[in-house]
């Protein structure tokens, strides 16, 4: 766990380094200027797309069973984890021990963590025919294009991956259990992780037969947190007297965070702050590039951790961080 906290520093670091070495001296003064009322408004944002997914949340293990204060706690923990884990791999482990403390069963939980990130690749696909679209309609650079198209072809083959994984998962899970044996695992382990199996894929199956009006709504909730969220940047460069069409900001952030889940670092920190200042820089300067970096990962990274660690200690604590030992052991 040190060396994990210590990569996450060294992220943070990093990430913090990009902006200031663009900005040069410019870069304080604009973050001066910037009214702290529209950061207060940001936040106010991230706060509201929390309370969306604490709904959404409790619309898929059931609103008697978990409360909204509780899932707003759940939600805020397991984003903290997200950003502070490489590739985000403590959020689905951090959901699934604290739904377990109100009843839900460990495969309910990963089934839920997992419907979740089903229904925001489903937002993104939508999203990015919009992008497309507009890609058609203005004239982009061929970098950006190309970049675009990687993005594109990325999401489209995890979507065609997890369809065949659904068509044919039965096929897939005869195949491990083929592969395992091969590789000596004993037959009660072999048995235990069969069973594992098929009850997260029980879970899946109930949540996808929840009712339509159910279903409809969780993508509802989905796509308003993440208009929300998106439309942070937009604001910042309007709160340091620079428009760019929302769309275009829209365009960034999706290459920028791209670009940083590929890198596997926490958050993509570092990562997510040069891809972000090579596509803003060339149109609001550097400067005003490196303030709006800045303010933007401050709302939708640093603020995360800021609001979610205390939250994670308090709901998780040691003997969520005992499980996860457990768990990476077994």
Known sequence: MNRRWWLLAGALVVAALVPILLGGSGLFERLRSFPPGLLLLMLGMIVVGWYLNALRLRLLVGRRRLGQHRAVGIVIATEFAICATPGGAGGPLTMMALLLRH???????????????????????????????????????????????????????????????????????????WLISRLGVKGARQRSWAKKALSFRN?????????????????????LHWLLRYSVLYLTLLGLDKSLAWAWTF????????????????????????????????????????????????????????????????????????????????
């Not at 679209?133 to 190309?146: E, R």
């Not at 290459?255 to 997510?272: D, E, M």
């Not at 970096?293 to 003997?319: D, M």
């Open 103 to 177: 009843g839900v069963p460990p495969a309910k939980g990963t089934a839920t963590y997992a419907v979740e990130q089903l229904t925001d690749l489903l937002f993104f696909a939508c999203a990015l025919v919009g992008v497309l679209i507009y890609a058609v309609t203005h004239s982009l650079n061929t970098y950006i294009a190309s970049l675009l198209g990687v993005s594109a072809a990325l999401l489209i083959g995890l979507m065609v991956l997890l369809a065949l994984l659904g068509r044919f998962h039965r096929q897939v899970f005869l195949l491990n259990g």
């Open 203 to 223: 879970a899946v199956l109930e949540c996808f037969r929840l009712p339509l009006s159910i279903l409809l709504s969780v993508f509802v909730l989905t796509t």
């Open 251 to 330: 365009i960034v952030q999706m290459l920028a965070l791209t670009a940083g889940q590929l890198s596997l670092l926490p958050g993509g920190a570092g990562s997510a702050e040069l891809a972000s200042a090579a596509l803003l820089a060339p149109f609001v300067g550097k400067s005003t590039a490196a303030a709006a970096i800045l303010i933007w990962r401050f709302v939708t990274y640093y603020f995360y951790l800021i609001a979610g660690a205390p939250l994670f200690l308090h709901l998780a604590g040691r003997p969520l961080m005992d499980r996860l030992a457990k768990a990476r052991n077994d």
